[in-house]
């Protein structure tokens, strides 16, 4: 690569939401014939700035070349025009049309609409570049990383010589992701140039000829990948080299709290989701949930909440005096009826956990609203809840009748798990409770998290980091395609073998 | 038996014309996203239009040159639907006002306007009954096909009806000729679906919004402009246009959002409309009533069966309703 | 190619607003709601040549000018509130009940039928309590029907309320003609008329007072029932998110029909204040589309019963109000429906400077 010629270059580049701003001033060039590696923390701008590039925002200021010529992205229209084009990482496929009208969409193409002669020129697509799929298909019969593959056809059916990959591997098995490593190269050799967002190390490593770091929503450098190590994009990506250094107390006289025995859930469409699963989960302990993103954690979680309709299995919760209830059958009320306090800090905190739209008073209720006397909702002591979080867990907020939709996710976090802490569970249940937080507020969240460890609760932590799972818990249970492929004790474990039982389906059932 | 069909299916089409019109105008606007409660108001104010517009030339004229009849208020009641769903597109799309309301203020604001016009010709011609009757543009709006007389039955029943009505059954045609095998069709259901995702392909989901909305409004308002030329013969009487507007909405619904079933569909609804009418005389009159219930019947029996068999194709639109904006997050 | 596109660069930046002060709100409403008036004012000259000051003028006249007007103002603003209030809770929960024409005809109707079949055969507290408790079920059963379809099949409530509305029709018109009095006259006329059986007491000789009283109570209790209550709270958290509202254990089928219980009525109670209260006939436009204009009282209040009756005399006084100018000028009653479209055009367009704000765009100063 002697001869650098940038096909993308911005300069000087900010964009704001209301009084945040996501990206700050960063310039960064794009070579043709390359792969990028955009990597950065959750929420570093990556996202936002490649939203930029493909006319989804506008910058509030700085300016985009492309070929050497300065250009306005207004539309991903114009986009398209530049030969850009962007894989998001939620597909945007509309769901009852196939394939083939999928990736004609608007096109203005010469003459009629011909789908058969469209169908063709995918297949040749697929077969130049590595894939395969059926034209034909409805993209709500398809499979993640079928839709995957619509999209990444649909960008080099209009031509584009410049990719925007938005964490394409996070839906993928590695099987699926060596797959689509092996196309991308094709791209490359094509001379096409390929910017992909990442967090996974191995991965820039493994595929990307260059690395561009993004923290805080500015630049901070970009790097040759055969020239670093893993260690040394980490202390760019987070600023200072960090061990993780998260406290675990030893378990005090563990007791199983949650007995789960050959559970299967199957979806809506009758997709099994989890499958003859089984697990203790014990007082005074955390276990860690481990497992690509889809998986069955979401579905495992809401399962013993009384969310999941169960196909068959138990979910069983023993309490302090030994005594047995069945979880099976039950909903969220009828479970608390039974008296288990039960706490989840469920992964769609506004679309779940929380109601955007109502105050942090107002959400202290969720939990607590039948708690009032007669008719009426007792507002007094939410109120209260709500000061207290606020100040204990020092939320940033103009105050407790703000909207919880106008903090930041990081406050958001706080302001829930604060609610699911306050009355004194026995089970913690947390899907994905750092994601989108800054390390300060992640560490504040894994203090909350050992504070009920030690005072004796039960909590299952899934998790996509490995290295928190690593330091944080005491137990990992690894789930692959809705199986437990093995549970292992996370002091004797490492990386390596949870990557390797992320990755066998049912690699062993309850191995406790 | 064949008597009967000679009788009834006329009038059952002269009925589910103005609903074909309505159902087509409005199913092209629901597949852009948008549910359009003006529709009753949309199709009021075209009726209204035409009829101003025939009643500035027919008034005090003694024979109509035929082109001008026609196209005067052709034009007139196309020129009010389109601005109509100018307003409702201008409220919906740019400003993001909420459907439901928007559409409910456009059927209050339409059929007051038709009335309130009407009232007003109604005074200025000084007749003695409350309404209007163009007569002579109406005869070129209700000029039938020559050779339907001479076929008998078949005639009767196949070709007895004016241009407008064949016009509504090609619209309807070319509407869903459009929908399925366009390239402008197939960009039209993605802004409909998913807004976002025809964004991020280089759709114009504003200009999409709009152009479906505006014509979808145009092919609506034809129905009150058939309503009160073909089968009210050029006579306008405030309110008599009625709740077709309502019925032209459920007929979308009826028909899955197809317009080619709404061929058969409209007619059909025509028909349960003036079902009452023929049944048998003797029969207490208050029975009417209850026959009249039908065409709303079968929409809600409709409604139900779509909602439990749940097939992917069936449903509404899934962004209908909603309004959108790029930078939500 | 690439060079034209730079003249394509947004001068005008459209964004969500994360907060607005409520004076500033206020203001833009309150601006709004001024422009559509003079607008509406002109037009009105317009049509009748007067200058707007005294369109205004004479619509005050026609609203509060006698004693006779003021009652009147009060007793169509107490009908359209109650079917408001009805509709509110249905609305804040997300589901969009526009059967309140076909739910308080339904009421009307279960009152009617009382005050026709019963009549002076039970002693008159008797027949009313039979009424209250006929026009309260009968408006109850056709909001059933749609949440039951909706709570458990996900059916459409919009269309389907709205389809309701005219089986209700039909339903009505069914019964005026058996119960029809003269025979052939198509209709029922003043029902009771030397008996007075059924007809709501008259308090201090006004007829209208009962009716605005009942009403101000019933907002008052939809006020504390939405704010205050649990199962208000709930319908909320409904209206917001469904999941939430199942991940707390709110049983969300439970709480839709519930709700459209209340909602049926309430509007069941409008039908009822109607025919018994007021009128003493049954017709199939008793109601008025008030079903509808009561969607958007209760939009514009964005569903607070305390603002609903800001907004209900705001539709109530320009209809009024027009139809005083309609009378007077000759014109025809429907103007004072154009002139409400017009206003409710403004208000639906202001909300747009509530939510979101217009910004120049910088770049787009550098490039011009």
Not at chain 1, 247 to 269: A, W
Not at chain 1, 480 to 498: F, P, Y
Not at chain 2, 8 to 25: D, E, K, T
């Amino acid at each position: 690569m002697e001869k650098k010629e940038p096909v993308l270059q911005l300069k000087h580049v900010t964009k704001r939401f209301g009084e945040v701003a996501a990206n700050e001033d960063i310039s960064l060039d794009v070579y043709k014939g390359e792969i990028l590696a955009l990597l950065g923390e959750n929420g570093s701008g990556k996202t936002t700035l490649m939203n930029l590039i493909s006319g989804i925002y506008f910058p509030d200021e700085g300016e985009i070349y492309a070929n050497g010529k300065q250009v306005v992205i207004a539309s991903p229209r114009d986009a398209f025009s530049l030969d850009i084009g962007m894989i998001h990482q939620h597909f945007k496929l509309v769901d009852v049309l196939t394939a083939t009208e999928n990736i004609v969409l608007g096109l203005e193409e010469e003459g009629k609409l011909d789908l058969k002669k469209s169908a063709a020129r995918i297949e040749e697509i697929c077969e130049k570049y590595g894939f395969s799929m059926d034209p034909s298909k409805k993209i709500y019969d398809m499979s993640v990383s079928e839709k995957q593959t619509v999209e990444i056809v649909k960008v080099l059916y209009r031509g584009a010589s410049l990719l925007i990959l938005d964490e394409p591997t996070a839906v993928l098995t590695p099987q699926e992701t060596q797959t689509l490593f092996g196309v991308l190269r094709n791209m490359k050799q094509d001379g096409k140039s390929v910017i992909i967002i990442t967090h996974k190390l191995a991965e820039v490593l493994e595929i990307s000829d260059r690395v561009a770091i993004l923290r805080h929503g500015r630049y901070i450098t970009s790097m040759d990948t055969d020239k670093v190590n893993a260690q040394e994009l980490t202390d760019a990506m987070v600023g200072h080299a960090v061990s993780l250094n998260i406290e675990r107390p030893i378990p005090k006289k563990p007791r199983d709290r949650i007995v789960v025995e050959g559970l299967t859930v199957k979806s809506e469409d009758g997709v099994v989701k989890l499958q003859n699963v089984g697990f203790h989960a014990r007082s005074g302990e955390i276990l860690g949930i481990a497992g690509v993103a889809g998986n069955g954690q979401k579905e495992l979680l809401e399962a013993i909440a009384g969310l999941q309709p169960i196909e068959s299995g138990s979910i069983r919760y023993l309490d302090e005096d030994g005594k047995e209830e069945e979880l099976v059958g039950k909903d969220p009320q009828a479970i608390m009826e039974l008296g288990v306090s039960l706490a989840f800090v469920p992964e769609d905190r506004l679309g779940m956990g929380l109601v955007g739209n109502m105050d942090l008073a107002d959400n202290m209720m969720l939990r607590s609203f039948r708690n009032g006397k007669g008719i009426f909702t007792d507002r007094k002591a939410p109120r209260e809840l709500a000061e207290q979080v606020v100040e204990k867990l020092e939320v940033n907020t103009p105050g407790i009748a703000t909207m919880v939709r106008k903090l930041s996710g990081g406050n958001v976090q706080k302001v829930l798990v604060g609610r699911e802490i306050a009355n004194a569970p026995t089970v913690l249940l947390t899907a994905y409770a750092v994601r989108g937080l800054d390390i300060h507020s992640s560490y504040t969240i894994y203090d909350l998290i050992n504070q009920q460890k030690k005072s004796g609760v039960a909590v299952v932590y899934v998790g996509e980091d490995l290295d928190v799972l690593l330091e944080l818990c005491d137990r990992i249970l690894v789930l692959c395609d809705g199986q437990v492929s093995g549970i292992v004790d996370a002091r004797k474990t490492d990386k390596q073998e949870i990557g390797f039982l992320m990755t066998s389906v049912g690699g062993g059932t309850d191995a406790q | 038996m064949l008597g009967f069909l000679i009788r009834f299916i006329p009038r059952a089409v002269g009925q589910g014309i103005p609903l074909m019109y309505g159902s087509v105008g409005e199913t092209l606007t629901e597949k852009s996203g948008h549910l359009n409660l003006g529709t009753a108001g949309i199709m009021y104010v075209g009726g209204i239009c035409g009829v101003i517009g025939a009643f500035l030339y027919e008034t005090g004229r003694k024979t109509l040159n035929p082109f001008l009849g026609i196209a005067i208020p052709l034009v007139c009641c196309l020129v009010g639907s389109l601005l109509m769903g100018l307003l409702y597109c201008f409220l919906t799309v740019s400003l993001r006002a909420n459907q439901n309301v928007t559409g409910l203020a456009m059927t209050t604001f339409g059929i007051g306007f038709g009335n309130f016009f009407g009232g007003s010709l109604i005074k200025l011609s000084h007749a003695d009954l409350p309404s209007i009757a163009l007569s002579k543009t109406s005869a070129l709006f209700a000029a039938k096909l020559p050779f339907a007389g001479s076929l008998g039955w078949v005639g009767k029943i196949f070709f007895s009806y004016s241009f407008l009505a064949y016009a509504a059954i090609l619209i309807a045609l070319g509407v869903s000729y459009v929908l399925n095998h366009t390239r402008t069709g197939l960009n039209l259901r993605a802004v409909g679906e998913s807004p976002a995702t025809a964004d991020a392909a280089g759709i114009n989901v504003t200009r999409y919004k709009y152009t479906a909305t505006c014509i979808g409004a145009m092919i609506s308002g034809l129905g009150g402009l058939y309503y009160v030329f073909d089968y009210a013969s050029g006579v306008w009487s405030n309110n008599a246009f009625g709740d077709r507007g309502w019925l032209a909405i459920a007929l979308v619904i009826f028909t899955i959002w197809q317009p080619v079933h709404s061929i058969w569909a409209s007619i059909a609804f025509g028909g349960l409309y003036i079902l009452h009418m023929f049944i048998p005389a003797g029969t207490n009159l208050a029975i009417k009533e209850i026959y009249q219930m039908a065409p709303f019947l079968a929409t809600i029996l409709m409604l139900i069966l779509t909602s439990i068999n749940n097939k992917r194709e069936n449903q509404p639109p899934a962004s209908l309703g909603l309004s959108y904006f790029r930078e939500d997050r | 190619m690439h060079s034209k596109t730079h003249d394509k660069t947004p001068v005008f930046h459209i964004s969500r607003r994360t907060g607005l002060p409520w004076q500033k709100a206020l203001g833009i409403r309150f601006a709004g709601i001024v422009l559509a008036l003079v607008v509406c004012g002109f037009i009105t000259m317009a049509a009748t040549g007067l200058n707007p000051i005294s369109v205004y003028g004479t619509m005050i006249e026609g609203n509060f000018g006698t004693s006779r007007r003021i009652w009147m103002l009060l007793q169509n603003m107490s009908i359209l509130l109650c079917i408001s209030l009805a509709l509110a809770p249905a609305f804040r929960m997300s589901f969009w009940n526009l059967g309140g024409d076909g739910q308080a005809l339904m009421g009307a109707l279960g009152a009617a039928s009382c005050m026709i079949l019963v009549g002076d055969r039970v002693p008159g507290g008797v027949l009313i309590l039979l009424m209250v408790l006929a026009s309260i079920a009968c408006g109850m059963l056709w909001a059933l029907i749609p949440a039951f379809f909706k709570a458990n099949f996900g059916t459409n409530e919009t269309l389907f309320t709205l389809m309701m509305n005219y089986v209700a029709t039909q339903l009505v018109a069914y019964f005026i003609i058996r119960w029809e009095v003269p025979k052939g006259s198509g209709k029922i006329g003043i029902i009771n008329q030397s008996s007075k059986a059924g007809w709501f007491p008259m308090i201090g000789g006004n007829k209208y007072l009962l009716n605005v009283l009942i009403v101000a109570v019933v907002t008052i209790l939809v006020y504390v029932y939405m704010r205050y209550s649990k199962q208000g709270y709930e319908l909320s958290v409904v209206g917001e998110s469904e999941p939430t509202a199942r991940y707390v254990g709110i049983k969300i089928n439970h709480v839709v029909i519930r709700t459209m219980l209340l909602s049926g009525a309430l509007c069941g109670v409008a039908g009822l204040l109607l025919v018994g209260g007021t009128d003493h006939t049954l017709t199939t436009t008793i109601i008025g589309g008030r079903g509808f204009t009561g969607v958007m009282v209760a939009w514009l209040a964005r569903f607070n019963p305390i603002v609903m009756v800001a907004t209900t005399f705001l539709l109530v006084f320009l209809q009024g109000g027009s139809s005083e100018i309609t009378t007077i000028f000759g014109l025809n009653q429907s103007f004072g429906d154009i002139i409400t479209g017009i206003i409710l055009f403004f208000i639906l367009g202001c909300d747009f400077f509530l939510n979101y704000k217009i910004t120049r765009s910088k770049t787009g100063k550098e490039a011009a």
